[in-house]
């Protein structure tokens, strides 16, 4: 998600759409004519996602604070995620923490002007902004594949605004945008107020987009109405108030055979609006406007609840110590592999650590038999430090076959790694950590905690 590449992403995808025309809006002035459309006065919303379909996961924002196990904040114009600043899409917003909240059954996300303040990270530099709004993601925390994604939202009017509600890739640290996939659920423009806007991106050779979109008949913003996609393993639909909206996305790219996680921010400017200046947007100062969020909901197929995306990892968070996990090292060192609560876990309090002062290798893993024949990767959370001449999350289909991995990189934070696909042919797979450090160096470690089989 490299700004270079992400900043026509957007235009790239709507220029596809070709259902109301394409081009960069005016910037400066706030559009008129498209004032005139009748707007729909409702109520918050419920929604019936129709017989056979489980809600597997939702956030119903009850309440005075957010659920942080569901959610994190971005506090920042540097998203450590997707490792860049302002996005890729030259937005004008800052987000910060203080611009989401939760009252009155709903989430908030406020956009508000102020005088001139400087803001500081040391990986975007600092500069005065003027315009402040709040992004939030569930990455690592909610993410599922398949289903019903459906959210209650009411966006804000006015030029510039840019509320979007919007999926990417469990992956996307490891591999990159559009590697990762992104389906993107609604977008809203000022230009086209009575349009639900939806895409998909994602890598084929290079930048691929995928756009389609539908007007209502009635302004969108200012009332709540329900966005979703119902996504398969070869389609997506998209509907607005559950209508179907504009054509359906046939598909089979592994971008989306994968988890994807949710986001939820409110944009300004950019590249969508043809980079306006942070003056024209339609946004006073002491006026805040608010996207706001009822409900998100996931649902399965089924009628009853589904199991786990990623299933089968017996003490995934070592939160019971090296239980069901073995360890082979060929040199005596298997105390290099242990359960610990240094620094903390990625979650739960313990973590796995393969550490020592001495030189070591150990290879830590879980065995499973019986699983169904197909394709399989391994996903875990990892910090890692120092110098290693191995350092792999992998997995092998036997014993004495060849390993499948991907090597770890430095991280000073817990980052997602996932290993290649592993095409399981005799129901056995052995999976875990490999690691071998040559030196004695107490400065070589690696942290891991939730570790998680997924069948693609």
């Known amino acids: 998600?490299?700004?270079?590449?992400?900043?026509?992403?957007?235009?790239?995808?709507?220029?596809?759409?070709?259902?109301?025309?394409?081009g960069l809006e005016a910037p400066e002035t706030e559009p008129t004519a498209q004032a005139e459309a009748v707007a729909q006065t409702q109520s918050?919303?419920?929604?019936?996602?129709?017989?056979?379909?489980?809600?597997?996961?939702?956030?119903?924002?009850?309440?005075?604070?957010?659920?942080?196990a569901n959610w994190t904040t971005l506090n920042s114009d540097f998203d450590p995620v997707t490792n860049n600043c302002n996005f890729g899409t030259g937005e004008l917003e800052y987000p910060r923490t203080q611009n989401v909240s939760v009252?009155?059954?709903?989430?908030?996300?406020?956009?508000?002007?102020?005088?001139?303040?400087?803001?500081?990270?040391?990986?975007?530099?600092?500069?005065?902004?003027?315009?402040?709004?709040?992004?939030?993601?569930?990455?690592?925390?909610?993410?599922?594949?398949?289903?019903?994604?459906?959210?209650?939202?009411?966006?804000?009017?006015?030029?510039?605004?840019?509320?979007?509600?919007?999926?990417?890739?469990?992956?996307?640290?490891?591999?990159?945008?559009?590697?990762?996939?992104?389906?993107?659920?609604?977008?809203?423009?000022?230009?086209?107020?009575?349009?639900?806007?939806?895409?998909?991106?994602?890598?084929?050779?290079?930048?691929?987009?995928?756009?389609?979109g539908q007007s209502g008949g009635y302004n969108l913003a200012d009332s709540f109405h329900t966005y979703e996609v119902e996504w398969t393993a070869s389609t997506m639909v998209f509907r607005l108030?559950?209508?179907?909206?504009?054509?359906?996305?046939?598909?089979?790219?592994?971008?989306?055979?994968?988890?994807?996680?949710?986001?939820?921010?409110?944009?300004?400017?950019?590249?969508?609006?043809?980079?306006?200046?942070?003056?024209?947007?339609?946004?006073?100062q002491g006026q805040p406007k608010t996207m706001e969020v009822e409900w998100v909901r996931w649902y399965q197929q089924g009628s009853t609840p589904p199991p786990p995306t990623g299933?089968?990892?017996?003490?995934?968070?070592?939160?019971?110590?090296?239980?069901?996990?073995?360890t082979w090292t060929p040199n005596g060192t298997a105390g290099a592999a242990f359960s610990e609560t240094h620094n903390g876990g990625h979650s739960g309090s313990y973590h796995l650590t393969h550490w020592s002062n001495s030189p070591f290798e150990t290879w830590t893993y879980q065995v499973k038999t019986g699983l169904a024949n197909g394709n399989y990767?391994?996903?875990?959370?990892?910090?890692?430090?120092?110098?290693?001449?191995?350092?792999?999350?992998?997995?092998?289909?036997?014993?004495?076959?060849?390993?499948?991995y991907t090597t770890l990189g430095t991280y000073g934070d817990w980052a997602l790694v996932e290993t290649p696909t592993i095409n399981v042919t005799s129901g056995y797979l052995e999976f875990g950590f490999h690691t071998q450090a040559t030196t004695a160096d107490g400065a070589n470690f690696i942290h891991m905690d939730d570790v998680e089989l997924v069948k693609l």
Not at 4 to 21: E, P, R
Not at 311 to 326: I, L, P, R, T
Not at 386 to 404: C, E, H
Request: proline letters at 3%; a positive charge.
């Open 311 to 326: 299933s089968g990892v017996a003490n995934a968070s070592f939160e019971s110590g090296m239980a069901d996990w073995s």
């Open 44 to 68: 918050e919303l419920d929604y019936n996602p129709g017989s056979g379909w489980n809600l597997a996961w939702s956030d119903e924002f009850e309440g005075t604070s957010l659920n942080t």
């Open 1 to 22: 998600m490299s700004p270079k590449v992400f900043s026509s992403k957007f235009m790239a995808a709507y220029c596809l759409v070709a259902l109301s025309g394409c």
């Open 241 to 284: 108030d559950g209508k179907y909206a504009g054509t359906t996305f046939y598909h089979n790219e592994t971008e989306f055979q994968q988890n994807h996680y949710i986001i939820l921010n409110l944009a300004m400017g950019g590249n969508w609006y043809g980079f306006p200046a942070a003056g024209s947007i339609a946004l006073t």
């Open 103 to 212: 009252s009155g059954g709903k989430l908030i996300l406020k956009a508000e002007r102020t005088a001139a303040t400087t803001v500081s990270d040391t990986r975007c530099g600092a500069h005065q902004r003027t315009l402040f709004s709040g992004r939030l993601h569930s990455k690592g925390k909610v993410e599922r594949r398949y289903g019903k994604l459906v959210a209650s939202i009411k966006v804000p009017s006015g030029y510039g605004m840019w509320p979007a509600f919007w999926t990417l890739g469990s992956n996307v640290q490891s591999v990159g945008w559009p590697s990762s996939g992104e389906i993107d659920i609604l977008e809203w423009h000022s230009n086209e107020p009575t349009w639900m806007k939806s895409a998909n991106h994602w890598y084929n050779g290079g930048q691929a987009d995928w756009g389609t």
């Open 377 to 404: 990767k391994v996903r875990a959370w990892v910090r890692k430090g120092g110098n290693f001449a191995i350092a792999r999350l992998q997995g092998k289909t036997s014993g004495s076959a060849a390993p499948v």
